[in-house]
C-alpha cells in the first residue's frame, strides 16, 4: 500500500488547512461559547468545491478521491467539528447515497446543485423514540394517486435549519421493521414540513443540529430514493460513507490535541521544568501521537478499499469506532495536561472535548461498533452484496476480487 500524497492531495490539503485557519479559526472560541452558526462558512466552503470534492465532474464536482476527502475532513475538524459535520451530513450522508442510488434524474436535480454548493444537503433517520434501533422509527408513509404522504418526526438532525434537500426515512408497515423502510428527497418548500433547532447542546455548538415534523407531506413518487423497502438498506450504505468522514475527522481531532498539549508542556513549568519532562505526561503525549497515526491509518486502509469499490462496512466501522474512542481520550488527556486551565475556554482542549463526546454517540455509538466488530470476527455477520454497490472513486476501476489487506 502507498502511503504518499500525490501533488494535488497535497494542494487540497493545504488549501482546506488555509481556508480553516483563516476564515474559522480567528472567531470559533467566540461562535462556539455564544453558540452561533455562522451559515456563510458554508457558502465558503461550497465556493472552495468542498462540497462536491468525491462527487465526479459530470455531477457538478470535484472529482477526488477517498483520500482526498479524508485530508479535508481532519483538516476542517482540526479547527472546529461543526465543519466536519457539514462534510459528514451533506457530502457523505447525502450526496454519496445520491451517486449510489439516486436515478439520472435524481442526480441531475437534486445531486449537482449539492456538488456545487447551491443547495444543503442533510439526513434524518434518527427519531425521538429510535436511535439505533432503526428498525423501529414511527414516521409512516401512505400512497396517495400520485404522491407519497408522509407523518412523523425527527430528532438530532444536523443542519436542520439550513438544509434545502433532507434524506428522510419512513415505513409503509411497522410491522416489517428494516424491511419496510423507504427512502425519501424532501426539499424544504414542501408543504407540512417545518424544522426546529436543538438548544443546550454539549458540544458542536458552533453547528447547528435540529428537528424536524412532517404532517401529511406530499410526496412525488419522482423523490423516492431507490426501491420501497430498500430504505434501510440504502441507509446502513449512506452511515458507511458518513462514518468514513467522521473516523476521518476524528484524526484532526486527535492532532489538534496533541499540538496544544506539545506546546503547553514545553511551556508550562513545574519544579523547575518544563512538564513535557515528567514522565506521566509523556504517556500521555507518547498516547495522542500513536493513536493518531493508528487512526490514520485505519483511516488510509478503508479510503484505498472505498476508492476501488470494494466492500468496506467492517473496515469503515472499524476506522470510526478506534479513531472517535482515540479522539475522546486524546481530549480528555489534554485537558489533564493543560491542567486546570485545559478546564477554561482560554484554552481551546475543553471544546475538543464536548466535540469529541457527540462522535461516540452518532453514525453508531461505541457499543454498536463493538457489537459490529465482534460479529465479524465472531463470524456471526457477513456482508451481502447491494443492488446499487458503492461506486469507486472517479478515475478507480472497480476491484470486486480484491482483498482488502487486513481481511479477518
Ligand atoms: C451532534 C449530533 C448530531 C447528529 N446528527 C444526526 C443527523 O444528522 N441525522 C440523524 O439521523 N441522526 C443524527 N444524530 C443522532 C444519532 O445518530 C443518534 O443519537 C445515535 O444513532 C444514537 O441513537 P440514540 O441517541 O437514540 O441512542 P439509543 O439508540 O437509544 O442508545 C442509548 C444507549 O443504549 C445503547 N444501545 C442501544 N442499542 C444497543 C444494543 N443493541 N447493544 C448495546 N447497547 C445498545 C447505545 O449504545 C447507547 O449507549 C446526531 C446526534 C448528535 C448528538
Redesign the pocket.
Known amino acids: 500500500m502507498d502511503f504518499s500524497l500525490t501533488p494535488e492531495q497535497i494542494q487540497l490539503r493545504d488549501t482546506v488547512r488555509e481556508f480553516a485557519a483563516r476564515e474559522v479559526a480567528p472567531h470559533i472560541q467566540e461562535w462556539d461559547a455564544k453558540g452561533e452558526f455562522h451559515p456563510e462558512v458554508l457558502h465558503k466552503m461550497g465556493e472552495l468545491g468542498l462540497l462536491g470534492l468525491p462527487i465526479p465532474e459530470a455531477y457538478g464536482g470535484s472529482g477526488f478521491d477517498y483520500v482526498a476527502l479524508a485530508l479535508a475532513c481532519d483538516e476542517l475538524e482540526y479547527v472546529d467539528t461543526f465543519l466536519r ?1 457539514v462534510m459528514s ?1 451533506h457530502v457523505g ?1 447525502n450526496s454519496l447515497a445520491l451517486l449510489q442510488w439516486g436515478d439520472e434524474e435524481q442526480k441531475q436535480r437534486f445531486l449537482a446543485p449539492q456538488a456545487r454548493g447551491e443547495k444543503f444537503g ?5 427519531e425521538p423514540n ?4 432503526a428498525g423501529s422509527i414511527e414516521s409512516t408513509y401512505v400512497r396517495d394517486g400520485d404522491a407519497y404522504v408522509l407523518n412523523g418526526a ?6 436542520a435549519a439550513m438544509a434545502d434537500h433532507f434524506l428522510v426515512f419512513a415505513s409503509f408497515d411497522r410491522s416489517k421493521k428494516h424491511n419496510g423502510l423507504t427512502a425519501f428527497m424532501l426539499e424544504r418548500d414542501m408543504p407540512g414540513l417545518t424544522t426546529g433547532t436543538i438548544k443546550g ?1 454539549l ?2 455548538r458552533a ?1 447547528n ?1 435540529g428537528e424536524l415534523a412532517f404532517n401529511n407531506v406530499r410526496i412525488p413518487l419522482a423523490n423516492r430514493i431507490g426501491e420501497e423497502g430498500e430504505g434501510f438498506k440504502i441507509a446502513m450504505s449512506c452511515i458507511d460513507q458518513g462514518r468514513f468522514t467522521v473516523g476521518a475527522g476524528a484524526v484532526g481531532l486527535i492532532r489538534a490535541c496533541l499540538d496544544a498539549s506539545v506546546k503547553y508542556a514545553n511551556e508550562r513549568y513545574a519544579f523547575g521544568q518544563e512538564i513535557g519532562r515528567f514522565e506521566l505526561v509523556k504517556q500521555m503525549i507518547a498516547k495522542m501521537a500513536a493513536n493518531h497515526d493508528a487512526s490514520r491509518l485505519l483511516t488510509m486502509q478503508a479510503a484505498e478499499l472505498k476508492n476501488r469499490g470494494i466492500r468496506n462496512t467492517r473496515e469503515t466501522s472499524l476506522m470510526k469506532w478506534f479513531g472517535c474512542d482515540a479522539a475522546l481520550e486524546a481530549a480528555n488527556d489534554a485537558i489533564q495536561v493543560h491542567g486546570s486551565y485545559g478546564y477554561s475556554n482560554e484554552y481551546p482542549v475543553e471544546r475538543f472535548w464536548r466535540n469529541s463526546r ?1 462522535a461516540v ?8 461498533h463493538t ?1 459490529l466488530q465482534a460479529d465479524y470476527a465472531l463470524g456471526y455477520r457477513q456482508d451481502k452484496p447491494l443492488r446499487c454497490p458503492q461506486p469507486p472513486a472517479e478515475g478507480f476501476e472497480r476491484e470486486v476480487d480484491r482483498v482488502p489487506a487486513l481481511a479477518l
Open positions: 459535520v451530513v450522508l442533510t439526513f434524518a433517520l434518527t429510535a436511535g439505533s434501533d425527527k430528532m438530532w438532525i444536523s443542519l447542546k458540544g458542536v453547528g443540529t457527540g454517540i452518532y453514525e453508531g455509538t461505541r457499543e454498536i457489537i
